[in-house]
């Protein structure tokens, strides 16, 4: 599957050629979408999130689960929040947005102490577990100085995604089921009271950039591998959530279209105030050779003709290659935040 979500009316055969492969009707669950996350402050009880995906079978029934409408929902909110605005639109900064930009600050600051090692791996350098190490074991304090105390009962559960979202210790590698623990993260910090909807905007704007450019940082010193990538016919090796986000601060731009990816002059310009240029500036850091070869489907995707359709296609996308793909969310683990349990459709 891939993008055949962007080809309704996408003039270009050529990528109707190259997608072959990727072709599958997506039947979009887009009833889990609800108005608002739960709000579980007074509800919650500690929990152990488990593993509940192992075969496809799992993901049919994942998708009729509470925990897949809360994450579903949280990105479309997100989402909606954001729309026609870029990262520095001057948006509310509480002081809980604030703490947790400080907490990725220090975990930032930690890179300094774990210094690639020597010895010249091509891929996964081994520091980053030293690293990720002291994020395992400072979690719960860190957490205790991060959130309200009226939290703190949720603390081992929401360590499981915050732990869960820079990359894989073992494989050295960090792929969209990290960034999705980084969401999870967030979204249970906001059922538990930590955000309200006012805080949405600094949610991505502020919280979720900042993230990035830690991830990437992270990606770039111990050289993570890509995990579960589909190589040369992925969207991106390592991110997924920013070309949601970002083509829908792009909606209705007076003047760029989604083509203007391409021009490197408008990227330069773009990638301090969008998600989705950020993106592509940081493809052109770290690949060598022609765009369209090493990042086809983001080369197809540029024919689209409306930010709105890049936006609906990335969504629908992101269900069909992210939250329905067996090797990305059979890491993903459920407790009380994230319930793998049908949801009642009132
Ligand atoms: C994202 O939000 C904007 C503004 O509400 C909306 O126009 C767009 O359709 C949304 N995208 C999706 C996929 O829901
Ligand atoms: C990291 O990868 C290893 C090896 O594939 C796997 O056993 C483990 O469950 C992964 N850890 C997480 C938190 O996903």
């Known amino acids: 599957m891939g993008w055949a979500v962007f080809m309704q009316k996408s003039p270009s055969s050529r990528t109707l050629l190259i997608s072959v492969g990727f072709f599958l009707i997506v039947v979009c669950p887009m009833n889990s979408v609800k108005e608002q996350l739960p709000c579980l402050s007074s509800t919650y009880t500690p929990a152990t999130p488990t593993k509940c995906i192992h075969t496809q079978v799992d993901i049919d029934r994942f998708t009729k689960t509470k925990a897949f409408s809360r994450l579903l929902t949280f990105v479309i909110l997100l989402n909606a929040s954001v729309t026609q605005k870029p990262n520095s639109y001057p948006c509310h900064v509480s002081q809980q947005t604030q703490r947790v930009l400080d907490m990725l600050d220090t975990l930032d600051s930690w890179l300094a102490e774990f210094p690639p090692l020597g010895n010249p791996q091509r891929f996964g350098n ?15 304090t860190i957490m205790q100085t991060t959130l309200p105390s009226s939290m703190h009962a949720a603390i081992p559960e929401l360590s499981v995604y915050l732990t869960g979202s ?10 969209s089921g990290h960034e999705l ?10 059922m538990l009271g930590g955000f309200t909807e006012q805080d949405y905007e600094a949610i991505v704007l502020k919280i979720f950039v900042k993230y990035l450019e830690l991830a990437r940082k992270i990606q770039r010193t111990y050289t993570l591998e890509p995990a579960g990538s589909h190589g040369v016919w992925g969207l991106d090796d390592h991110q997924f959530l920013p070309y949601i986000w970002g083509s829908a601060q792009m909606i209705g731009h007076p003047r760029l279209k989604p083509k203007s990816i391409l021009n490197k002059d408008t990227i330069e310009a773009m990638a301090n105030e969008n998600m989705y240029f950020r993106c592509i ?15 086809p489907m983001l080369f197809d995707i540029s024919a689209v003709l409306t930010w709105n359709k890049v936006n609906t296609g990335m969504v629908k996308m992101y269900i069909a290659e992210v939250l329905k793909k067996v090797p990305v969310v059979q890491h993903f683990l459920f407790g009380h935040l994230f319930p793998f349990e049908p949801l009642d459709n009132q």
Do not use: C, M
């Open 281 to 295: 500036q940081y493809i052109h850091q770290v690949k060598r050779g022609p765009f369209h070869e090493h990042s």
């Open 181 to 190: 623990n980084f969401l999870a993260w967030l979204g249970g910090v906001a």
């Open 166 to 175: 820079f990359g894989n210790g073992t494989r050295i590698d960090y792929g």
């Open 126 to 140: 081994k520091a980053f577990r030293q690293w990720l190490n002291k994020v395992e074991s400072n979690a719960d």
